[in-house]
């Protein structure tokens, strides 16, 4: 009986193990994504925020600003990550710690102008909004920006 839990363990330990390897391997083996695609997917999560929000006519003419600062970042974003993805291929040692905290100083930089703007683009229509709109908008307010930029740039 011992034997036999030992064995099936055994099994489940190296069937996870190499599930694992497949899932770490398919990650990587994702293509990446155009500069368009990048610039598509934050346009498209624009309008999931606009459709999840709900707008009044009122509240609809306060979109404006929003959607336009998003429509910046998303392809300052995508311009950023291409450009990260040519610096990262052009270098033929990785970065030390030092270029490495420049860089993210320097993406830090990139990324406050961008919320700031965000912040500008997204007052007006915020304050237009009621309680359960605000909660859902500032949900995906903290959530917009990822990209990198956020210590990972010697990939």
């Known amino acids: 009986m011992k034997k036999a839990l030992i064995l099936i363990t055994a099994a489940m330990l190296a069937s996870s193990a190499l599930t694992g390897t497949a899932v770490a391997r398919d990650r990587g083996d994702r293509a990446e994504l155009s500069a368009n695609q990048m610039n598509d997917q934050f346009n498209a999560r624009t309008a999931r925020i606009k459709a999840d929000l709900r707008l009044t006519p009122e509240q609809d003419k306060n979109w404006a600003g929003f959607a336009d600062a998003m429509s910046k970042i998303g392809k300052q ?74 210590g990972r740039e010697d990939d």
């Open 77 to 150: 974003n995508a311009d950023r990550e291409m450009t990260r993805r040519d610096e990262t291929a052009q270098r033929k040692t990785p970065l030390d710690v030092i270029d490495r905290m420049r860089l993210q100083a320097k993406y830090m930089g990139e990324r406050s102008v961008d919320r700031k703007a965000l912040a500008d683009g997204a007052a007006p229509l915020y304050a237009s909004l009621d309680e359960a709109q605000k909660k859902r908008f500032a949900e995906e307010l903290n959530n917009i920006g990822g990209g990198r930029g956020r």
